[in-house]
């Protein structure tokens, strides 16, 4: 049975990345993922909304207790978004909650670490206040 999304972020839970590939222990509906690369004043982060079929940008999978997010566009996140080179930030709603009432959505952020296969996870207010 999967775990609620925002109680398992705050209880300081973590994801799982290999390669392009990123296990999160819960599930949850997305709305959309933003990536933002080598962040700066000039830069904004790119807007990701084609995850669906098997074309899309982003492949999403889920089981009775995870959710995997398979990033097609990345050959391996840590490399790409460790070291302060970028984040990925998830845009979502509780599983089964309403998208369409602004208090029930959600920015996740994910942190990748260096020679880790451990995913950090952080709820945020903002994807353009980091």
Known sequence: MARKMVETIKAGATGLVYKNSVFLPFHFEL???????????????EHYVD????????????SE??????????????????KN????ILYCTEKGDDIFKKNRRHYVKMGFEEDSNQVSLELIDDPFDL
């Open 65 to 82: 207790s995870y959710t995997n997010l398979i990033f097609r566009e990345y050959k391996d996140l840590v490399k790409d978004f460790s």
């Open 31 to 45: 709305i959309s993922i933003w990536i933002g690369k080598e962040m700066s004043l000039l830069a904004s982060p």
């Open 85 to 88: 080179r970028g984040h990925v």
């Open 51 to 62: 995850f669906c079929g098997c074309d899309g940008d982003v492949g999403v999978r889920t």
